[in-house]
């Protein structure tokens, strides 16, 4: 629809007075009384719009003869000035211009580029999406991305087109429409000036596309966020690389110039926190171009049928608030994100879909892989089988020499990306607000499993090789928040690729030095292609609709685990959606099953929820009897939040964990120390062969020092942990939230306290260490290996859980949760307390020397009791948790008098103590900081 406001009239009054339109008006008036034209008329025939029926009758008077000039002619006022701000004609804009006709049909006259909106499109919403085609190719700045996605319509004001992006956040669902319109305002994307008249048949106008070459997807804030340079757009250096359009779709492709004029120079002195480097997968770091695909997409004539959540159950959303009802507290409406799909015949028990779940993937797999891509995708087809539907889901093969782009909105799609510090897949999609209904979805898998996940996690993310450390941090673009719109963000970010390298890493090396497994064999390709399987159907879950669920490996018993009949039949995990480890055996076990090929319990449950078809008369209570199946053991289910590691919410259900295995996480954190000890000792045992990648070696250490840093990280949740379960009010009668059971806290604890704390853990032989050699053609090449760094990370992330303020308060409340008769026996924040101190401060005791590990241990655990006893009050510490460690501390103190007064320890050692003594007495002696 048209807007004219009252403001643009007079503004376009105020142009007409201007001086400049008075001196145009009176030298297009000179030029008409030479040449005998009208002012506004067509230069030439052929630039001359055809008449239509209503302006019939002015061309023919005008054709009469002209009457004798008199004095009444003389007397006849001028006509008005042509307004110079008009548009020209249509077609005089589109001469020579090539089109491409579609819902926003596309003229192109060399770098122009014009969209045509036509007059009934204007005011009817449609979607509006942007994805990343060519990216950086560093620091989550990386191709094949998805972006933003938001519901948006054209609007005309006066000469003014806007594309607006509608606020589906808050909606009226039951009234009360125009005070929510008028509460909670839209978002102006993009605008610029109308290039065109109106067409005389079609009533559309041209619009420039160039509107669309600035900074419309906010990358510059990202990339001050990633490198602390302000980098802005180049408008003149950007262009249109790419067009496409067709009766629901039109898209353009713009090859975006971002540059900064200089690059900062270092500081001199070195800052508290190390700045980012600049752009190191650029050839200028003060350059870079990335290519966004806008997509212009028609909605769905009738919206689908939206079927709410339940939290039972996790599904991705489409979340809004529903102010135009006050009958519930709650104006939250959650609806299931999830794909239209129609049986073909709705009569039939098992029928084809209308419309499959179409992927295509892409001509950038390498076709070695593509079988392993293509069995994660069709997978799915046996979940969609049990609800009646038949080849559900379709994999199609993009041809090697299409010139089409799946990264429209037009193809769902899995994309296979390089980068130089990439390791993930993320599955994440664009749906229809008004229903839920996923409209397309591009999974973004890297080269990871391609280039070997040793060499990915040691060379190109891992800085830490010299430091024995292992960075798997987020992607930059979860932390950023930058998939704007509907639910991206966390729910679309999955690093499961990443982090799956990793542990394909860890098993190969164990696998590779038992003997049972040969680098670059058949059956380390078949390892691989399984592993690949094995993430695409992930990340396919998540297209779909599913997010993750990390109890879902804990629905299967550690002795079916070792059971290979029971593996092959039903997997090891409940289902694909979590983060599931390698199922290594122990030493002296027989091998099984190592990792998930195929759909669990949870998959089947979770799609029935989402797509079984259902009259919508029986749909409330066919999806209840469906969630209330949620008590059943291998339906289990918990999500990233239960999890933890997002915010300051660290988790506290030991049963919702990334990478564990079997029903024990417990029991399985203990044997993954014990294949570390295993693959050390085989590694030590091994002798080089010359020829062989200089780092191989080194890389086996660090695995097995990622695998106890996740340990150590998990294992901390059992102690103060609680239970979770998702029950509804009023449906099972069961407890919402239990205190793990005392005697598996202790297990933990002591777990930590004998294991982990211990140095025994960390043995490497000196002549071992000394051969680790590096890779001399590198610059950044490091040094010898620094096993304490290696240990101080495996030990503070359990030491940090321990004595967190979450630990602390949920210790403390833990007797509110079980009856008073019941109470005796529970582990107590003081137990804690005293345990850390005997065990971390043993030598004390038993008046043994300290070695170094244990001093950096000791050191650190100092270092968090002075945080603990000076500054009361701040985030997380309480006035229980306080008093306690400073009794502890009190005891500590007098423990280090007594162990100085006895002697007879090396230098190192005495120097250690009394450098302890000395901070404690101090940290005792300060006043406390009150906040």
Not at 517 to 533: G, L
Not at 612 to 620: L, R
Not at 772 to 785: A, F, H, K, S, V
Not at 885 to 907: C, E, I, T
Request: charged fraction near 20%.
């Amino acid at each position: 629809m048209n807007v004219f406001s009252s403001d643009a009239k007079s503004a376009g009054a105020r142009r007409l007075l201007s001086l400049s339109a008075v001196a145009a008006a009176v030298t297009l008036l000179s030029a008409c009384a030479a040449t005998g034209t009208a002012p506004g008329a067509a230069a030439s025939p052929s630039a001359a719009p055809a008449a239509t029926p209503a302006a019939a009758p002015a061309a023919n008077a005008a054709a009469k003869p002209a009457a004798p000039a008199g004095p009444a002619a003389a007397a006849a006022a001028p006509r008005p000035p042509a307004d110079p701000t008009a548009p020209k004609p249509f077609a005089d804009i589109i001469k020579e211009a090539k089109s491409q006709d579609g819902l926003f049909p596309i003229w192109r006259k060399d770098e122009k580029v014009w969209l045509e909106i036509p007059k009934d499109k204007i005011g009817k919403p449609f979607m509006f999406t942007v994805n990343v085609a060519n990216g950086v190719g560093e620091r989550g700045l990386y191709a094949s991305q998805m972006g933003m996605d938001q519901l948006v319509e054209w609007r005309r004001i006066g000469n003014q087109i806007q594309l607006v992006a509608l606020n589906t956040a808050f909606r009226a669902e039951g009234g009360a429409k125009l005070a929510v319109e008028q509460a909670f305002s839209p978002s102006l994307l993009a605008a610029g000036p109308v290039a065109s008249a109106e067409h005389p048949e079609r009533k559309s106008v041209l619009i420039d596309a160039s509107m669309f070459l600035g900074d419309l997807p906010g990358l510059s804030t990202r990339l001050e966020m990633v490198y602390r340079i302000p980098f802005g757009p180049d408008r003149a250096n950007s262009y249109f690389e790419a067009a496409r359009a067709d009766a629901k779709l039109s898209t353009l492709t713009a090859r975006m110039h971002y540059a900064t004029p200089r690059i900062p120079a270092p500081p001199l002195v070195a800052p508290p926190v190390p700045l980012p480097t600049p752009p190191q997968a650029t050839p200028d770091p003060r350059s870079m171009f990335v290519s966004f695909v806008y997509s212009f997409a028609a909605l769905p004539e009738q919206a689908m049928s939206p079927r709410l959540t339940d939290p039972r159950l996790g599904h991705f959303m489409e979340t809004f608030t529903d102010l135009g009802k006050d009958a519930k507290p709650n104006p939250r409406v959650h609806y299931v994100k999830r794909w239209r799909l129609e049986k073909a015949d709705p009569a039939a028990a098992l029928s084809e879909p209308m419309q499959p779940i179409t992927y295509w993937m892409d001509k950038n797999i390498p076709p070695k892989y593509r079988p392993a891509v293509e069995a994660g995708i069709v997978e799915w087809n046996k979940a969609f089988e049990k609800i009646g539907f038949k080849n559900a889901v379709v994999a199609k093969q993009q041809p090697d020499d299409a010139d089409w782009d799946n990264m429209d909105a037009g193809h769902a799609s899995v994309r296979w990306f390089v980068g130089a510090d990439v390791g993930f897949a993320i599955g994440p999609s664009h749906a229809d607000p008004r229903s839920g209904e996923i409209l397309d979805a591009d999974i973004g898998m890297s080269d990871i499993f391609v280039r070997g996940g040793r060499a990915f996690i040691s060379e190109d993310v891992g800085p830490g090789m010299s430091a024995g450390l292992q960075q798997t941090p987020l992607s930059l673009a979860a932390r950023a928040g930058s998939h704007a719109g509907h639910g991206h963000g966390a729910e679309a970010y999955c690093n499961y690729a990443q982090e799956a390298a990793a542990e394909m890493d860890f098993a190969l090396d164990v696998l590779e030095a038992r003997g049972e497994i040969a680098p670059d064999s058949p059956e380390a390709d078949a390892f691989i292609f399984a592993r690949i399987k094995d993430v695409i159907m992930h990340e396919v879950g998540h297209t779909l609709g599913l997010k993750h669920n990390f109890k879902a490996s804990t629905t299967v018993s550690q002795a079916q685990l070792k059971d290979k009949a029971y593996t092959e039949a039903h997997g090891i995990s409940g289902s694909v959606m979590d983060y599931n480890a390698y199922n290594i055996a122990a030493q002296g076990e027989a091998p099984t099953t190592l990792n998930n090929t195929q759909l669990g319990a949870y998959d089947y449950w979770a799609i029935e929820y989402a797509y079984k078809p259902i009259t919508a008369g029986n749909e409330a209570a066919e999806l209840a009897k469906i969630a209330a199946r949620s008590t059943e053991p291998a339906l289990a289910y918990a999500d990233d939040g239960d999890a933890g590691g997002f915010g300051p919410y660290d988790g506290m259900d030991p049963l919702a964990n990334r990478f564990d295995l079997g029903d024990d996480p417990l029991a399985y954190y203990k044997k993954r120390l014990k294949l570390s000890k295993e693959l050390w000792a085989r590694v030590q045992d091994r002798k080089p062969e010359a020829g062989e990648d200089p780092l191989r070696q080194r890389r086996s250490i660090v695995s097995g020092f990622n695998q106890l840093f996740r340990s150590a990280e998990l294992v901390g949740k059992y102690v103060g942990g609680m239970h979770a379960l998702r029950d509804l009010p009023g449906s099972t009668g069961r407890a919402s939230f239990k205190p793990v059971e005392p005697a598996k806290q202790r297990e933990a604890l002591q777990f930590l306290a004998a294991g982990l704390f211990s140095a025994d853990s960390f043995k490497f032989r000196p002549e071992f260490l000394s051969t680790l050699t590096i890779d001399y053609n590198e610059w950044d090449r490091g040094g010898p290996l620094n096993v304490p760094a290696a240990v101080a990370r495996v030990q503070l992330v359990a030491l940090d859980r321990l004595l967190s303020g979450n630990t602390a308060m949920r210790l403390l409340d833990l007797p509110s949760y079980v009856p008073e008769q019941q109470r005796k026996g529970l582990i107590s924040l003081n137990e804690v307390y005293a345990t850390l101190n005997a065990s971390i401060w043993s030598e004390l005791k038993n008046g043994s020397e300290i070695d170094r590990l244990r001093r950096n241990l000791q050191r650190e655990h100092l270092k968090r009791l002075q945080s603990v006893l000076t500054k009361s009050g701040g985030p997380g510490v309480l006035a229980d948790a306080y008093s306690l460690a400073r009794l502890h501390a009190v005891q500590l103190q007098a423990d280090l008098k007594n162990a100085l007064a006895k002697g007879g320890h090396s230098v190192e050692t005495r120097a250690h103590l009394a450098e302890s003594l000395d901070t404690l007495s101090t940290v005792l002696r300060a006043n406390m900081q009150r906040v």
